[in-house]
């Protein structure tokens, strides 16, 4: 079927019939596979059938860039709402929430607003906690009970800011943007006030207020990512693809997901790794390899013999260290095996119940667009240094063997001229002999030696850089137990790198009749690899769930009455969990005034987490600093050999590496756009006058 053209039911049930046909011809071993891994097989015959016109309205959907005007809910937005009504006019929105949610939402939600009742200090740590809820993907709860708690404390400004956003991200713009205004007049140059204002009439299709609102927010914060991705499917509605395209570069700095790559994608650009802030401290030499030593090169034969004794210990120390590491590989790489078939089960089994699941642990995306150069190899260029520094090792290698070929030589005229100069009666010229046949020696041994230690070096300088870079990446973009297997694997590698190098050896001749024993060699101590920790570590503590991040790592614990489980955003999001396009922000610091929140204090905020949502979750977590936010994310030094662009330490204190926040903080939803086709239930909602 041609793209541009609306499908008809007729054909839509022939591709049914073909896939039904496709499912019955399956032999009964692929059945029995597919069963024993708990995958049941659909039936076509269970798929709705729609009618011409619905496949149409859908395919015009499917298509739309921006909303339709919504002249109704515009008209029914409420009139202006003054301080001294605004919990009035909360409490009715309420009411009718509660008259058209779920009886399951309203029930549960009369639960989890006892319980963070009774488990908070105030109202303001009460509304906090109900964010917990928005983080977890239960709008709907959030919304109920952030919206019980507001008709109670309707000055705290921070809890109104976050009951707006719920509203018009859940549908229900019309409703929220008589409380966006009050606050706006009171808190004016705001920019997640205007944000939210912007992405309100957006959804409403009132596309030209929208821009207004939205243009004012990205004046404020050049990089906003709500504001900037919203921006971009105004400027495409336009037809400007450049402005659009440049939009959601805008959005993606500071706050990544897969959405505004795929958008990117769908406008004709391909990210670029500069096109992402990366602010994860990488560590110069994770592994701890330049701790690594070995035994010189010998360069005369005096050196030799207790060098040569130095090299064998050292080898035999790298061999031992090798087959315990062997040992570990062997046990790791079976924990592989066994928790990828897990992980590939619930995979198989997620998308049949229509569940998004994730197949890279949740931060890799991000890692894999900003990172990719450091392994990346289209074009060849790590293995031509690869391979450059591997025929230098052989060229010195050849050279050795043309200076050993040469040593032979001399050796035999050598023996040619002493050989009838020893003997009994004979004037026996040890010390001369000894002299000649030292001085050869130790020509070929300054020579050969100085050849091979450069080459090694050079080539062990490479492969230490080419692990460091492989081991950063790995970190963000593996699940922890392919990680232990590759860091394991790493240390193997490093380990017979070093063990490979040919220092070479002469011992001095007979003729040189002082020789004395050499002191026995004591074993070799070989240095110990460095753990590679994640040095970058959120912590986001709401009571009602805590949310931990690292770098390849997302855990969120819920803990009351009447639901505990710790989930892991590997394969176990809970049906029925849902997304809303937004940016969550959670400051650390207690400002000095709890009421005006972030919406007073917004650019003196200190250390805090923001988590960018996408439609499959979770997608960004970015640690911001209180006037440092970029601040040695950098980009530094070019690295001539490698061909990419390395990522540094920063700077003492440029950022956090590790931060804590809780309910004390401030929190702030900043809202995304919602569907740009058709409306939820909320959307119905008309509001008398007060």
Same mark, same amino acid.
């Given at each position: 079927?041609?793209?541009?053209?609306?499908?008809?039911?007729?054909?839509?049930?022939?591709?049914?019939?073909?896939?039904?046909?496709?499912?019955?011809?399956?032999?009964?071993?692929?059945?029995?596979?597919?069963?024993?891994?708990?995958?049941?097989?659909?039936?076509?015959?269970?798929?709705?059938?729609?009618?011409?016109?619905?496949?149409?309205?859908?395919?015009?959907?499917?298509?739309?860039?921006?909303?339709?005007?919504?002249?109704?809910?515009?008209?029914?937005?409420?009139?202006?709402?003054?301080?001294?009504?605004?919990?009035?006019?909360?409490?009715?929105?309420?009411?009718?929430?509660?008259?058209?949610?779920?009886?399951?939402?309203? @029930?549960?939600?009369?639960?989890?607003?006892?319980?963070?009742?009774?488990?908070?200090?105030?109202?303001?740590?009460?509304?906090?906690?109900?964010?917990?809820?928005?983080?977890?993907?239960?709008?709907?709860?959030?919304?109920?009970?952030?919206?019980?708690?507001?008709?109670?404390?309707?000055?705290?400004?921070?809890?109104?800011?976050?009951?707006?956003?719920?509203?018009?991200?859940?549908?229900?713009?019309?409703?929220?943007?008589?409380?966006?205004?009050?606050?706006?007049?009171?808190?004016?140059?705001?920019?997640?006030?205007?944000?939210?204002?912007?992405?309100?009439?957006?959804?409403?299709?009132?596309?030209?207020?929208?821009?207004?609102?939205?243009?004012?927010?990205?004046?404020?914060?050049?990089?906003?990512?709500?504001?900037?991705?919203?921006? @971009?499917?105004?400027?495409?509605?336009?037809?400007?693809?450049?402005?659009?395209?440049?939009?959601?570069?805008?959005?993606?700095?500071?706050?990544?997901?897969?959405?505004? &790559?795929?958008?990117?994608?769908?406008?004709?650009?391909?990210?670029?790794?500069?096109?992402?802030?990366?602010?994860?401290?990488?560590?110069?030499?994770?592994?701890?390899? &330049?701790?690594?030593?070995?035994?010189?090169?010998?360069?005369?034969?005096?050196?030799?013999?207790?060098?040569?004794?130095?090299?064998?210990?050292?080898?035999?120390?790298?061999?031992?260290?090798?087959?315990?590491?062997?040992?570990?590989?062997?046990?790791?790489?079976?924990?592989?095996?066994?928790?990828?078939?897990?992980?590939?089960?619930?995979?198989?089994?997620?998308?049949?119940?229509?569940?998004?699941?994730?197949?890279? *642990?949740?931060?890799?995306?991000?890692?894999?667009?900003?990172?990719?150069?450091?392994?990346?190899?289209?074009?060849?260029?790590?293995?031509?240094?690869?391979?450059?520094?591997?025929?230098?090792?052989?060229?010195?290698?050849?050279?050795?063997?043309?200076?050993?070929?040469?040593?032979?030589?001399?050796?035999?005229?050598? &023996?040619?001229?002493?050989?009838?100069?020893?003997?009994?009666?004979?004037?026996? *010229?040890?010390?001369?002999?000894?002299?000649?046949?030292?001085?050869?020696?130790?020509?070929?041994?300054? @020579?050969?030696?100085?050849?091979?230690?450069?080459?090694?070096?050079?080539?062990?300088?490479?492969?230490?850089?080419?692990?460091?870079?492989?081991?950063?990446?790995?970190?963000?973009?593996?699940?922890?137990?392919?990680?232990?297997?590759?860091?394991?694997?790493?240390?193997?590698?490093?380990?017979?790198?070093?063990? @490979?190098?040919?220092?070479?050896?002469?011992?001095?001749?007979?003729?040189?009749?002082?020789?004395?024993?050499?002191?026995?060699?004591?074993?070799?101590?070989?240095?110990?690899?460095?753990?590679?920790?994640?040095?970058?570590?959120?912590?986001?503590?709401?009571?009602?769930?805590?949310?931990?991040?690292?770098?390849?790592?997302?855990?969120?614990?819920?803990?009351?009455?009447?639901?505990?489980?710790?989930?892991? =955003? =590997?394969?176990?999001?809970?049906?029925?969990?849902?997304?809303?396009?937004?940016?969550?922000?959670?400051?650390?610091?207690?400002?000095?005034?709890?009421?005006?929140?972030?919406?007073?204090?917004?650019?003196?905020?200190?250390?805090?987490? &923001?988590?960018?949502?996408?439609?499959?979750?979770?997608?960004?977590?970015?640690?911001?600093?209180?006037?440092?936010?970029?601040?040695?994310?950098?980009?530094?030094?070019?690295?001539?050999?490698?061909?990419?662009?390395?990522?540094?330490?920063?700077?003492?204190?440029?950022? *956090?590496?590790?931060?804590?926040?809780?309910?004390?903080?401030?929190?702030?939803?900043?809202?995304?756009?919602?569907?740009?086709?058709?409306?939820?239930?909320?959307?119905?909602?008309?509001?008398?006058?007060?």
């Amino acid at each position: 079927m041609k793209q541009d053209k609306v499908p008809t039911q007729k054909e839509i049930d022939n591709m049914m019939k073909e896939m039904q046909k496709a499912m019955d011809e399956m032999s009964p071993e692929d059945k029995k596979m597919m069963d024993s891994m708990g995958i049941k097989m659909p039936s076509m015959k269970d798929i709705p059938k729609l009618t011409d016109k619905q496949m149409s309205d859908a395919w015009e959907d499917e298509k739309r860039i921006v909303p339709k005007r919504d002249d109704a809910r515009i008209a029914a937005i409420p009139k202006a709402v003054a301080n001294s009504k605004m919990g009035a006019y909360i409490a009715a929105v309420h009411n009718k929430l509660a008259s058209v949610f779920k009886p399951a939402v309203v @029930s549960t939600g009369n639960k989890m607003y006892d319980y963070i009742k009774s488990n908070s200090k105030n109202a303001g740590e009460a509304a906090n906690m109900t964010m917990g809820l928005w983080l977890a993907g239960k709008p709907e709860l959030a919304l109920y009970v952030l919206g019980k708690l507001c008709a109670i404390d309707a000055g705290n400004t921070d809890a109104l800011s976050n009951y707006s956003a719920m509203l018009s991200m859940q549908g229900a713009q019309h409703l929220a943007i008589p409380i966006l205004n009050n606050l706006n007049a009171r808190y004016p140059k705001n920019s997640t006030l205007l944000n939210n204002l912007g992405q309100a009439w957006f959804g409403l299709g009132e596309i030209a207020r929208a821009e207004k609102y939205l243009d004012s927010t990205i004046r404020i914060y050049a990089y906003h990512p709500q504001a900037n991705l919203t921006k @971009s499917l105004i400027e495409e509605s336009k037809g400007n693809k450049q402005q659009a395209i440049e939009a959601v570069k805008r959005s993606m700095v500071k706050a990544y997901s897969m959405e505004k &790559e795929n958008r990117l994608n769908k406008l004709g650009y391909k990210i670029k790794p500069k096109d992402i802030a990366w602010n994860k401290p990488m560590p110069q030499d994770a592994l701890g390899l &330049e701790k690594f030593k070995w035994p010189e090169y010998p360069m005369n034969v005096e050196e030799s013999k207790i060098l040569e004794m130095e090299w064998d210990a050292f080898k035999k120390r790298c061999q031992d260290e090798i087959d315990e590491l062997k040992v570990q590989e062997e046990a790791l790489e079976k924990k592989v095996e066994q928790t990828n078939d897990v992980r590939t089960k619930q995979l198989l089994q997620a998308g049949q119940r229509g569940i998004m699941a994730d197949p890279l *642990p949740r931060l890799a995306y991000k890692a894999i667009a900003k990172l990719h150069y450091l392994v990346d190899d289209n074009d060849g260029h790590i293995s031509f240094s690869y391979q450059k520094k591997w025929d230098a090792v052989a060229n010195a290698s050849t050279e050795t063997d043309r200076l050993k070929d040469m040593l032979s030589q001399q050796s035999k005229i050598l &023996e040619e001229k002493y050989k009838d100069q020893f003997g009994e009666g004979k004037h026996n *010229p040890f010390e001369a002999a000894c002299t000649d046949d030292t001085k050869i020696k130790n020509s070929f041994l300054g @020579s050969s030696n100085t050849l091979l230690r450069n080459a090694f070096n050079d080539l062990l300088g490479f492969m230490r850089r080419k692990i460091n870079n492989e081991m950063y990446y790995n970190q963000y973009t593996m699940w922890p137990e392919n990680f232990e297997l590759a860091k394991v694997q790493a240390k193997i590698s490093w380990l017979s790198l070093i063990n @490979s190098q040919i220092p070479q050896f002469k011992n001095k001749s007979s003729w040189c009749q002082n020789e004395t024993d050499s002191e026995d060699v004591k074993p070799f101590k070989l240095s110990k690899f460095d753990d590679i920790a994640c040095q970058y570590n959120a912590t986001m503590d709401l009571k009602i769930i805590k949310f931990t991040n690292n770098c390849s790592r997302m855990t969120s614990e819920f803990d009351f009455m009447f639901l505990n489980y710790v989930r892991k =955003d =590997d394969f176990e999001r809970a049906e029925g969990d849902t997304y809303i396009s937004s940016t969550f922000k959670i400051s650390a610091e207690v400002g000095k005034d709890l009421k005006a929140g972030p919406l007073k204090v917004e650019a003196k905020l200190g250390a805090g987490v &923001e988590l960018e949502f996408g439609r499959a979750g979770v997608e960004d977590v970015t640690l911001i600093g209180e006037a440092k936010v970029g601040a040695g994310t950098g980009i530094l030094d070019e690295d001539e050999e490698m061909g990419t662009t390395g990522i540094g330490i920063a700077g003492k204190d440029a950022f *956090p590496t590790t931060v804590e926040a809780g309910i004390e903080g401030r929190i702030s939803i900043i809202s995304g756009r919602g569907s740009v086709s058709g409306t939820g239930v909320l959307s119905r909602i008309i509001m008398p006058e007060l």
